[in-house]
């Protein structure tokens, strides 16, 4: 018998184990609900040329990409057919509606003076069997051709991890972004919002890291490295876009993975995604 201001263990873990599970299972219903949204928008809006250069690797996965516009991370939802969280500026989370949805969605906040915190929930999501998406440049890129200094987060997160980085490299019609202000805070922060238009990604080989991630040259070649990767990749994509006699790309549906030779591919119908 439990005497005065004792705790009944089993009960309190019980309860635990199902909220936990609630939060799980609501989770996944709004990751899913925002994931449909944007292969919609994506599908009716923007002429979508996804070309993957290796099969990706089973198990969580390290998506790395340049970052032209604001919507790239919600873009990144159309790119697998599993759950990943996608590393999302800290202003965003306080945008109306956008926010909600993106935190109840699983996503990670990074707040800037506060990147250690992302960093140690990222890297428990992928020891967990999660895939992240992150943008190392850690800010918009530079539409000139110019390369920002890139964050470190991705290298070291790959390192200690073991999950390999995905490469990816996005290109677009620069001339079709718009800049537009979102509230934060009381004040506004500018997005590039980028409505209709062709939006080509190439995704690139995995490549698996090892080392000391206190090492901090080791962290720092490998980063640079992945940036080469990105940078590459980008311009693959900005060359389809140039060279492409089509008036249209068809639009892009989430592929559906099936058993087709000797492994297993993606194949979508009315998709611009396809294996070279």
């Keep these: ?23 799980i299972v609501s989770e996944k219903m709004w990751y ?3 994931a449909k949204a944007m292969n919609l928008i994506a599908g009716a809006r923007l002429q979508m040329d996804v070309v993957r250069r290796a099969t990706l690797p089973p198990g969580p996965k390290i998506l790395a990409a340049n970052h032209p516009t604001t919507i790239d991370p919600f873009l990144m939802l159309t790119l697998l057919p599993e759950q990943i969280s996608i590393l999302v500026t800290g202003g965003v989370f306080n945008v109306p509606l956008i926010g909600s949805c993106i935190r109840r969605g699983g996503h990670v906040p990074v707040v800037r003076g506060e990147g250690r ?9 992928l020891e967990s069997g999660r895939s992240i998406g992150i943008f190392p440049e850690g800010a918009l890129s530079v539409l000139n051709g110019a390369q920002a200094r890139s964050r470190t987060g991705a290298a070291r997160l790959s390192m200690s991890t073991g999950a390999p980085v995905i490469p990816l490299g996005i290109s677009l019609d620069q001339k079709r972004i718009r800049y537009i202000n979102l509230p934060e805070n009381g004040k506004s922060i500018e997005a590039r919002y980028y409505a209709r238009g ?5 995704i690139g080989k995995q490549l698996y ?10 962290v720092n070649s490998t980063t640079e490295r992945i940036m080469q990767c990105i940078t590459q990749l ?3 994509s900005a060359d389809r876009i140039k060279t492409s006699t089509h008036k249209t790309y068809q639009p892009y549906i989430r592929p559906r993975l099936i058993e087709g030779g000797q492994r297993p591919v993606f194949q979508a119908i009315r998709s611009g995604y396809r294996d070279v």
């Excluded at 915190?117 to 999501?125: F, G, I, V």
């Excluded at 062709?198 to 190439?202: G, L, N, R, V």
């Design 1 to 23: 018998m439990l005497q005065q201001g004792q705790i009944n263990t089993n009960t309190a873990l019980t309860n635990w184990s199902v909220d936990n599970q609630k939060t």
């Design 32 to 34: 899913w609900a925002g």
């Design 117 to 125: 915190e992302a960093y140690e929930r990222s890297k428990r999501l």
């Design 198 to 202: 062709p939006y080509a990604i190439t």
């Design 209 to 218: 890291f090892h080392g000391d991630v206190d090492d901090r040259e080791l």
């Design 234 to 236: 980008s311009l693959e």
